[in-house]
């Protein structure tokens, strides 16, 4: 199939097109220069979510002071390279998951606030970032992607609620959640229409004669960000490849075994061994997918709830959910930042993508939050919660908001998801068992 190059209507940007694929390229001034300059709110709005289970430690999560003045604790210095374009909210809570017990009961519905059902008919709610890839993604190639690096689990837990709240934060109607994807190279694949002999055949390579094409018209300095651009996204794929490989031969042995590789323990069943260059792939499909307008919409879970990770790197012996136990321990606030830090690199990481007087970050809403506040009691009283992006400069950023003075009925999270979805367009009378919008925000 022939490519072509046109000018992109939602940002005047270039658009590369080849076999069975269409590729947004980052915001070029030589592609703007043919249109009126745009404002912040011309560009798209993304909306990530980043979740990992059973809690943080509480002595070492805070932050105080605004903008470049912002103080951040220990687990949360990760993020100090950004601090002026986060938010860091305290005390917010799901209503509906306290009291309900332990694990599956504090997490099934976190990003809806709706009740969930115990024995075997699971029912949640629409999730919040559902609700918007409704809204938004209806241009995309892909509503939104539903990305884990945990597999997800089967079976009741004891408080008789399905393990399936305990494994899925995403859910496309209030009795199904979204599947989730746990292999970097099916995600890659879906995102770029890699199907037969495609598979073989590099995204670059499906692009590359329109790609040498434009970087004859335009400025040097569009044409060296395109050149930093095409890198960057050879260098994933060939990381794609490596997995993809890494998953072919896991499908070969768990066949001889007449089994599915899925079922397997890591690394035995395709996936990285080491989850940092798990969740570091995951993030930089996230960042490609949002820059080159694929999806606008994303979720990542780094550990699910009762997650039995292992973190040898981190010199922590217990897995993720039995470390949670001595959450208040040093070894399972270095857990805890680890996962803080692979949230501070995807921000960064869209921080460093230009687009417009901006970047995608500054454009867009990621949101990072676990079910817990204290793991050895299953404390979900308050969460932690953090937002990183100005939505198109629709969201102040730069704060440590505080609500858990302000009585039970003005901090629920729903409340936070009414306020964001406002900014998405998605405006609704009420969500989850709320109606009132997140003061301050």
């Known amino acids: 199939m022939t490519g072509s190059y046109s000018p992109h209507a939602f940002s005047r940007r270039a658009v590369l097109r080849g076999s069975g694929c269409a590729m947004a390229l980052p915001w070029l001034e030589s592609v703007a220069a043919m249109a009126a300059e745009p404002a912040a709110a011309d560009f798209p709005k993304r909306f990530g979510v980043m979740f990992f289970g059973c809690g943080i430690h509480e002595d070492h999560w805070s932050a105080s002071g605004e903008g470049a003045s912002m103080t951040l604790s220990r687990t949360l210095q990760p993020l100090e390279a950004v601090k002026t374009k986060i938010n860091v909210l305290d005390g917010l809570y799901v209503p509906s998951l306290v009291g309900q017990g332990i694990h599956p009961g504090q997490t099934g519905s976190i990003l809806s606030g709706v009740p969930i059902a115990k024995g075997a008919l699971i029912h949640s709610g629409i999730s919040v970032d559902q609700m918007i890839a409704n809204a938004v993604g209806q241009d995309n190639s892909q509503q939104s992607i539903v990305l884990a690096c945990d597999q997800p689990m089967t079976g009741y837990h004891e408080t008789n609620f399905s393990l399936a709240y305990s494994s899925h934060i995403s859910w496309q109607t209030p009795d199904s959640p979204v599947p989730l994807e746990v292999y970097p190279s099916l995600a890659w694949d879906s995102l770029f229409d890699n199907r037969g002999s495609l598979l073989n055949l590099s995204v670059l390579d499906r692009v590359k004669d329109r790609a040498t094409d434009l970087s004859r018209k335009v400025s040097s300095s569009d044409r060296a960000k395109l050149d930093e651009f095409l890198t960057s996204v050879r260098d994933v794929e060939k990381r794609v490849e490596v997995m993809r490989n890494v998953k072919n031969n ?118 990072f939050l676990s079910n817990l506040w204290i793991g050895r009691n299953h404390n979900n009283s308050r969460l932690p919660v953090v937002l990183a992006g100005g939505l198109g400069g629709t969201l102040k950023t730069g704060r440590a908001l505080n609500y858990l003075a302000s009585g039970d009925e003005n901090r629920r999270m729903q409340s936070l998801y009414l306020s964001l979805m406002d900014r998405y367009g998605v405006k609704l009378d009420s969500f989850g068992d709320t109606r009132e919008r997140l003061s301050l925000l």
């Open 250 to 367: 896991a499908d070969d042995a768990a066949q001889a075994r007449n089994m599915q590789a899925i079922m397997m323990d890591r690394p035995a069943s395709g996936l990285p061994e080491d989850l940092r260059e798990h969740t570091r792939l995951m993030c930089d499909i996230i960042a490609i997918a949002f820059q080159t307008n694929k999806t606008r919409v994303a979720s990542l879970i780094t550990t699910r709830d009762l997650s039995a990770m292992y973190y040898p790197f981190l010199n922590v012996s217990e897995g993720h959910h039995a470390a949670s136990h001595n959450n208040n321990s040093d070894g399972y606030e270095r857990i805890a930042r680890f996962h803080l830090s692979q949230f501070a690199y995807l921000a960064q990481k869209l921080d460093s993508m230009k687009e417009g007087e901006g970047t995608v970050l500054d454009h867009s809403c990621l949101m």
